[in-house]
């Protein structure tokens, strides 16, 4: 009997695996040095190093989207003839869920989270002045995202939830970063361990964030926060503007500059009201920070 000849089996096609999340990031280290030798202008011998990560992992699945990013800073000064000093410490994460509303609409659950890494002292090292989680801000918010393009989003929530932590006992008892101080006894003095050590807020709240190519080369990065307690005083609006260029000389090469302002009401600063070069009370104040530097980059997706 004749051999029965087999049909080729037909092989259906095997759909391409779909990569759902978008993962990169951009690490920058800057570098500097000042040396002098029987300079007669005067001055110090200086050697300073600044680090910057930001990394990100971000998720699109039909209406949903996921957006997660981290960024870290921390840099370190070296005087001449003094100890090493920490010259900026920063730690913030952000994580942000939308559901398309419609074509730049996205209905938004964002929680923020902004601290430090490593302690913070006196230029005499004796008192310690903020460290992790101390203080740490927290926001969670539900709203509305408006994204007209890649460069723009603008969040608006009138639903927030504002956490100051303060997880170090002594800083909570003298009430630094706006939590309530320490009660005090019949003779004026403060009880050790009462201090708060968190904050609570509700109220309003935006979120802008840009950034654009303003020329080859050249980027900018906006970030501003808006805060309104509706429980207290809700006319003193809090403010974290953030605003960085960076400048793109080679693949390896680059320079920023970085702008950073904040108000808190509730924050105070030792100010000087009479002019004389002594502290005689406190109360909020513009922070201000910016800073300036040239080094390696390397930026990977």
């Known amino acids: 009997m004749p051999p029965v000849a087999k049909r080729p089996i037909a092989k259906l096609p095997v759909a391409a695996a779909v990569n759902l999340w978008d993962f990169g990031g951009m690490g920058t280290v800057n570098f500097s040095q000042v040396s002098l030798s029987n300079w007669?202008?005067?001055?110090?011998?200086?050697?300073?190093?600044?680090?910057?990560?930001?990394?990100?992992?971000?998720?699109?699945?039909?209406?949903?989207?996921?957006?997660?990013?981290?960024?870290?800073?921390?840099?370190?000064?070296?005087?001449?003839?003094?100890?090493?000093?920490?010259?900026?410490?920063?730690?913030?994460?952000?994580?942000k869920y939308g559901y398309r509303a419609s074509k730049r609409w996205f209905y938004t659950a964002q929680m923020n989270l902004k601290t430090q890494l490593t302690p913070t002292y006196t230029i005499t090292r004796d008192t310690l002045r903020s460290n992790f989680f101390a203080p740490a801000s927290i926001l969670a918010s539900?709203?509305?995202?408006?994204?007209?393009?890649?460069?723009?989003?603008?969040f608006?929530?009138?639903?927030?939830?504002?956490?100051?932590?303060?997880?170090?006992?002594?800083?909570?008892?003298?009430?630094?970063?706006?939590?309530?101080?320490?009660?005090?006894?019949?003779?004026g003095n403060r009880i050790p361990g009462t201090g708060s050590y968190l904050r609570r807020e509700f109220g309003g709240y935006v979120n802008v964030r840009y950034k654009k190519e303003v020329f080859k080369n050249i980027n900018l990065q906006s970030k501003l926060d808006l805060f309104s307690n509706y429980l207290r005083e809700p006319e003193n609006v809090d403010l974290n503007w953030e605003?960085?260029?960076?400048?793109?000389?080679?693949?390896?090469?680059?320079?920023?500059?970085?702008?950073?302002m904040i108000?808190?009401?509730?924050?105070?600063i030792d100010v000087d009201r009479s002019g004389d070069d002594k502290t005689d009370g406190r109360g909020p104040r513009l922070q201000v920070k910016q800073t300036l530097g040239i080094g390696i980059s390397y930026k990977f997706k």
């Open 40 to 95: 007669a202008a005067g001055g110090q011998n200086t050697v300073s190093v600044l680090g910057n990560a930001n990394l990100y992992a971000n998720y699109e699945q039909g209406k949903s989207t996921w957006n997660n990013s981290l960024d870290l800073t921390y840099g370190l000064v070296k005087l001449e003839g003094k100890r090493v000093q920490k010259s900026d410490d920063k730690l913030e994460l952000n994580l």
């Open 142 to 154: 539900l709203g509305m995202d408006y994204k007209p393009n890649e460069r723009l989003s603008v």
């Open 156 to 187: 608006i929530s009138p639903f927030t939830g504002k956490f100051t932590v303060v997880a170090n006992q002594m800083l909570a008892d003298k009430g630094a970063f706006g939590v309530e101080a320490a009660r005090k006894d019949a003779e």
């Open 243 to 260: 605003n960085v260029i960076n400048f793109k000389v080679n693949k390896v090469v680059s320079a920023s500059f970085f702008a950073h």
């Open 263 to 268: 108000y808190d009401d509730d924050v105070k």
